[in-house]
T-cell receptor, first 113, second 114 residues
Framework: AQSVTQPDIHITVSEGASLELRCNYSYGATPYLFWYVQSPGQGLQLLLKYFSGDTLVQGIKGFEAEFKRSQSSFNLRKPSVHWSDAAEYFCAVGAGNTDKLIFGTGTRLQVFP | GAVVSQHPSRVICKSGTSVKIECRSLDFQATTMFWYRQFPKQSLMLMATSNEGSKATYEQGVEKDKFLINHASLTLSTLTVTSAHPEDSSFYIC??????????FGPGTRLTVL
């Protein structure tokens, strides 16, 4: 069965520092992978997605993610974090033949000035 | 881009009453919509998959008679929480499917049952 693991529940970084949020998935075939961001009391906004092709994916707000099949990972990165990036980040994998998404437990990002 | 709206954004109701939440895809037609529930500081829990013109598919453990879902058109799905109780208080989020598991999410509805 498909699953997603986000090992870091809470990450704190200083503004301007680089960021990497980890995501590992379990899926038998080539997965569809997504990163979403959620601000408090809001819905989820799609940051980026991977379907196929180039394994380095560029998204909105300066984020990127790299699909590494050998490590079953899809880590999210940003070279320089802004205070407005403080939010909850969810990694998700497409669940096979359905249109469902399997979500990780999320990583809460806190940014200090 | 694809925009999904939800209404209302917040609702407070008395125990025993029913509450309806609407989810609309504003600029695209969504054959499939999804309803999630999210508890504080937790991930999203899929409640059901709503298909236009057919019955919704509920996830295990979700009471279909309590959480009524109607997907009457390609742009509108509704979730009705019947006979709501305080334990139903939660953040409910809908999404609209665009194919290949890609979903666009609404802003969510905060339900508080007194």
């Amino acid at each position: 069965a498909q699953s997603v693991t986000q090992p870091d529940i809470h990450i704190t970084v200083s503004e301007g520092a680089s960021l990497e949020l980890r995501c590992n998935y379990s899926y038998g075939a080539t997965p569809y992978l997504f990163w979403y961001v959620q601000s408090p009391g809001q819905g989820l906004q799609l940051l980026l997605k991977y379907f196929s092709g180039d394994t380095l994916v560029q998204g909105i707000k300066g984020f990127e993610a790299e699909f590494k099949r050998s490590q079953s990972s899809f880590n999210l990165r940003k070279p320089s974090v802004h205070w407005s990036d403080a939010a909850e980040y969810f990694c998700a994998v497409g669940a096979g033949n359905t249109d469902k998404l399997i979500f990780g437990t999320g990583t809460r990002l806190q940014v200090f000035p | 881009g694809a925009v999904v709206s939800q209404h209302p954004s917040r609702v407070i109701c008395k125990s025993g009453t029913s509450v309806k939440i609407e989810c609309r895809s504003l600029d695209f037609q969504a054959t499939t919509m999804f309803w999630y529930r999210q508890f504080p500081k937790q991930s999203l829990m899929l409640m059901a998959t709503s298909n236009e013109g057919s019955k919704a598919t509920y996830e295990q453990g979700v009471e279909k008679d309590k959480f009524l879902i109607n997907h009457a058109s390609l742009t509108l799905s509704t979730l009705t929480v019947t006979s709501a109780h305080p334990e139903d208080s939660s953040f409910y989020i809908c999404s609209a499917g665009l194919g290949r598991n890609e979903q666009f999410f609404g802003p969510g509805t905060r339900l508080t049952v007194l």
